[in-house]
């Protein structure tokens, strides 16, 4: 109980420090997924406070990994198809190798795939993350190997049950090399999840 609750305001120190780092124009929103996770289907719901990308995402398990289609709230904005499988590895590392196809309903020669491999880590409750993002086929972009963004998520998830896990987290995302990794957001935000 003790470890926990270190963790916890050790948590709430870094969302204090990165929100000095961050910029008064971050922090301006806060992001909550609910997450419902069964045995081959799987649901994702993600509203964010005082920004209009609120989503809902409808999930498959397969044996090569879970494919699954995004709809935004804004539907001029954008649906997204993913593909994406996780590979365990040591010492609480993962890799999940992740892609998207963005398609964008009145927006012209938008539509492109990003690819997102993603470095996980998990010990307990407390996870991090790192994902490199490369954007194919969009306009106005190459499609070289420099990384077009990037976002790093830190966060602690509490055990309320068997089947039941809810916990903060702080993200901060960039742009890409590019663009000299110049700030793109920084947020807070709680994950919900229910497995059935």
């Known amino acids: 109980m003790f470890f926990r609750g270190l963790v916890l305001a050790t948590l709430l120190q870094l969302f204090a420090v990165g929100s000095v780092f961050a910029g008064e124009d971050t922090y301006d929103h806060h992001q ?5 996770d069964g045995e081959k289907f799987f649901v994702n719901i993600r509203t964010e406070w005082n920004d209009d990308s609120d989503h809902v995402e409808l999930g498959l398990k397969t044996p090569v990994g879970k494919v699954s289609a995004r709809f935004v709230e804004d539907a001029d904005r954008e649906r997204r198809i993913t593909y994406q499988n996780k590979v365990d590895l040591f010492l609480g590392l993962a890799v999940n190798l992740k892609a998207d196809y963005k398609h964008f309903n009145k927006v012209d020669n938008q539509d492109h795939f990003v690819l997102k491999p993603e470095l996980l880590w998990s010990n307990g409750g407390l996870w991090a993350k790192v ?4 954007n194919l086929h969009q306009e106005g972009q190459s499609d070289d190997m ?7 998520a ?3 998830n509490y055990k309320l049950s068997e089947n039941v896990t ?4 702080w993200e901060y995302k960039t742009l890409g090399k590019d663009d000299n990794w110049q700030r793109k957001d920084a947020f807070v935000g709680t994950n919900f999840k229910v497995k059935f």
């Open 32 to 36: 909550h997924n609910i997450k419902l």
């Open 131 to 134: 994902r490199p993002e490369w």
């Open 146 to 152: 420099t990384v077009d963004a990037a976002k790093v």
């Open 154 to 156: 830190l966060g602690y």
């Open 166 to 169: 809810f916990g903060p987290f």
